[in-house]
């Protein structure tokens, strides 16, 4: 498996974020990609999800572009951004059941169940999510990945945001876990990422 990016731009209006920006990710792989918020952060994790095209540049996945090859390309990939998704008059299960299903997952009740308990919200599975905080409805964002192991991309957009540290260590587990067993994550982050991974690549970008 293998993501290559190849001089890639992207340009908001007049002014261009970043250009000729090139990587290579391969199993077991860390990106972490840091900059000032309008820097274009957000803008590169759309892109590697086929949501945002390039000024200029090429995606590939395994050395197809990932445009050509959309539907196999999303089947490969676990995208969470920056806001939560998190519908407030949903319960986290219900919530985190009907991301999956809009994802491609599988997601029986048992399993999302024992997906927001990995993520620290046992005994809060059936509480509307209108009444948990913001920390924990990160958390029910991030247990989505719970049921995405067998997706080997993992795009996360700010995943560390509102976590305490007992959320942050679970998360720092989580990502671990899918780097060890030869999975790839992109993050982005205004500080250095506190995941351990064979491999670690840092962008900072509008430098």
């Known amino acids: 498996m293998m993501l290559s990016v190849n001089a890639l731009a992207c340009v908001r209006g007049e002014r261009r974020l970043f250009v000729d920006l090139s990587f290579t990710l391969t ?37 197809n572009d990932i445009h050509s090859a959309r539907e196999e390309y999303c ?20 919530n985190l059941q009907f991301a999956a299903c809009t994802a491609g997952l599988a997601a029986s009740a048992e399993s999302a169940d024992t997906a927001l308990r990995q993520l620290g919200l046992d005994g809060f599975q059936r509480q509307p999510c209108k009444t948990l905080s913001q920390g924990q409805r990160r958390r029910v964002a991030l247990a989505r990945l719970c049921l995405s192991a067998t997706r080997p991309l993992w795009v996360l957009d700010e995943p560390f ?29 205004h500080q250095d990422a506190p995941v351990a991974a064979r491999s670690v690549q840092r962008i900072d970008l509008g430098i």
């Open 75 to 94: 089947a490969q990939i676990a995208y969470i951004g920056h806001l939560n998704g998190v519908k407030d008059e949903l319960t986290g299960l219900e």
């Open 161 to 189: 945001t509102a976590l305490d540290t007992a959320a942050l260590a679970l998360t720092q587990g989580l990502l671990e876990s899918h780097l060890q067993q030869g999975g790839m994550v992109v993050l982005t982050t």
């Open 27 to 63: 199993p077991h792989t860390l990106l972490a990609v840091r900059g000032a918020n309008g820097s274009g952060k957000t803008s590169l994790l759309r892109m590697l999800c086929g949501l945002l095209s390039p000024a200029a540049g090429t995606i590939a996945w395994n050395g």
